[in-house]
């Protein structure tokens, strides 16, 4: 039971547009995309101590605008991450125990930012899978 105080549950559901961290854009980095993993560029400019943590979700572009895919039981640690002194972070995502490999189509990973004891917010990084 103690191993739980260090790890998060991940939550998949509701849309979290109404809550975007404003002055702040995530990326792929090129040459990392794969149907299984992808490394982002979370650059931050609003100058705040944002956090941004491991955890992750991706969403699919469907008819009717995104829909979170659905991921098996996972767990994400518990560590918080700052941006360097340039407001840059570089953060390995790899979904395939969450997800699998992604079958083609147009995909967003979601990471959750926000200011030390602030509400949440969220920043979105749109791939395509071939």
């Known amino acids: 039971m103690g191993i739980l105080l ?5 939550i998949v559901g509701c849309s979290n547009e109404d809550h975007v961290l404003e002055g702040v854009t995530m990326t792929i980095k090129e040459g990392t995309l794969t149907k ?11 100058g705040n101590d944002n956090i941004y943590g491991e955890d ?12 979170e895919l659905q991921a098996k039981e996972s767990f994400f640690l518990l560590v918080g991450y700052l941006v360097d002194e340039n ?3 570089e953060l390995e995502c790899d979904w395939e125990e969450i997800y ?8 967003r990973l979601v990471k959750e930012g926000s200011p030390r004891g602030s509400e949440k917010k969220y920043v979105y990084a749109e791939f395509v899978i071939a």
């Open 6 to 10: 260090f790890l998060s549950f991940l």
């Open 56 to 67: 992750f979700s991706i969403q699919k572009k469907g008819w009717f605008g995104w829909h």
């Open 100 to 107: 699998g490999e992604l079958k083609p189509g147009t995909y």
């Open 87 to 89: 407001g840059k972070l």
């Open 36 to 46: 299984v993993s992808a490394t982002v560029v979370i650059n931050d400019t609003t």
